[in-house]
């Protein structure tokens, strides 16, 4: 693989990390702003995060885009969505376990940019018993996974079809956004706007728990399928 090959590739895993990123930041905003009694800054902050998603989804389309008209190989592009669902794991994971440092950060975040001053909100400290997988979370986010990734994958096996087939992603993602807002963000909804924090944060460290093993799941599925397509006769 040469350099400049290898390059673009980078730059595709860390445009896919920063279009779903902007997911874990809209919620960690709900949740701090709910904790800091300031959730009328929620809408604003949100705005902000989903910048990143807007950003990273606009260069992902275009590389991806360039990728399939010059005939990319199928093998390449798995590869490079298996090192990215991986590493969104692990991101996921890491905000997970460390949820008082995306706290302290975001809380840093607010006072220095809106030049307020916010309550100190008690140290929150995970326990362990919360980090139990949420089904309907794990399932829809590996969907929202597949839906952005899965139809660029198949349009590079069918070049003929390739418009109609990245169309399938938005009916796959639309499908998973109805879901995760009539119930998933519902629930959690109704627990940032109780006045108890534990169960905030509870809820948001089992949330991202459970979206880095839907992560976890769509990078392993996807490995085995390039592994079964590389040695396939």
Known sequence: MHLIELSAF?????????????????????VTTSVL????????????SLLFNRLGAAVVLLMVG????TGLDSIKLIGSYVVFCFL??????????????????????IQKYYQINV???QEYQPRLNIYRPTLDVMIIFLLSIFGFLLPSVAASFFPNYRATLLQTGFVLNSV?????????????ALIFNADD????????????????????LGSLFLFLYAFWIWFSP
Not at 37 to 48: A, D
Not at 92 to 109: D, E, S, W
């Open 37 to 48: 009694g300031v959730p009328n800054l929620s809408t604003h902050l949100v705005s902000l």
């Open 10 to 30: 980078l730059l595709l895993v860390l445009m896919l990390l920063c279009t779903f990123i902007g997911g874990l930041l809209e919620f960690a905003v709900k």
């Open 119 to 121: 309550n100190n909100a």
């Open 176 to 188: 998973a956004t109805l879901y995760s807002t009539f119930r998933i963000e519902k629930r959690l």
């Open 66 to 69: 360039y990728f399939l008209d």
């Open 197 to 216: 924090n534990i169960p905030k944060w509870d809820v948001y460290a089992a949330f991202l728990y459970s979206r880095g093993l839907g992560a976890l």
């Open 88 to 109: 969104l794991a692990l991101i996921y994971f890491y905000a997970a376990f460390y949820v008082p440092r995306t706290f302290f950060i975001l809380r840093g975040f």
